[in-house]
């Protein structure tokens, strides 16, 4: 069983650049939440996709959005990109029709903008 | 609205000692509440859950009491070791067909040999 996994792994942009970060879910799993974590802080919910259409979102401006392909793989795309979006930005997959609500993981990507 | 209070670090413990890391939420509804860790340079790894009032979520010596009446979810270990030095996330999902997690701060925890 493939567990959950992230790309790129860091990423250096400037300001107002834009970034897609990818996402890949655990096997069996059909949805995917995208949390950023700034330094020193706990993630926060940026927004969950299930069966490719958002299904909850945080307190995130539009220009954070994302994707779910047919295979439950996701993207976060920001754009316009600020200073204070650099954070660890972590992807969970979980199994939403389970009953359980444990979300597994992914190791994430380090975004440093400039 | 729901929220997650934890004790600040950093928490620096000698080899062996008792660990205790204090959470706190506040609910609408019944969540369920878990313990995260992150090791360094690593993602979050699930440590324990529990998923209703007093259910006490176990692993790897970690131990967690739902406690309602309180509602605080404080995490303990008897004896810890420098491989558990780490940052811990208290966290809550708050249920009722929403899963999204709703983390505390973290706590850093420094274990000296």
């Known amino acids: 069983e493939t567990g959950v996994t992230q790309s790129p792994t860091h990423l250096i942009k400037t300001r107002g650049q834009q970034v897609t970060l990818r996402c890949s879910s655990q096997?069996?799993?059909?949805?995917v939440s995208w949390y950023q974590q700034a330094l020193g802080q706990g993630p926060q919910f940026i927004f969950q996709y299930y069966r490719e259409e958002e299904n909850g979102r945080g307190n995130f401006p539009p220009r954070f959005s994302g994707l779910q392909f047919p295979n439950y793989s996701s993207e976060l795309n920001v754009n316009a990109l600020e200073l204070d979006d650099s954070a660890l930005y972590l992807c969970?997959?979980?199994?939403?029709?389970?009953?359980?609500?444990?979300?597994?993981f992914g190791p994430g990507t380090r975004l440093t903008v400039l | 609205g729901n929220s997650v209070t934890q004790m600040e670090g950093p928490v620096t413990l000698s080899e062996e000692a008792f660990l205790t890391i204090n959470c706190t939420y506040t609910a609408t509804g019944y969540p369920s509440l878990f313990w995260y860790v992150q090791y360094p340079g690593e993602g979050l790894q699930l440590l324990l859950k529990a998923t209703k009032a007093d259910d006490k979520g176990s692993n790897k010596g970690f131990e967690a009491t739902y406690r309602k009446e309180t509602t605080s979810f404080h995490l303990e270990k008897g004896s810890v070791q420098v491989s558990d030095s780490a940052v811990y996330f208290c966290a809550l999902v708050p249920g009722n067909r929403d899963d999204k997690i709703i983390f505390g701060k973290g706590t850093r925890l420094h274990i000296l040999p």
């Open positions: 096997s069996g799993h059909n949805t």
């Open positions: 969970a997959s979980s199994l939403l029709t389970s009953g359980s609500n444990e979300q597994f």
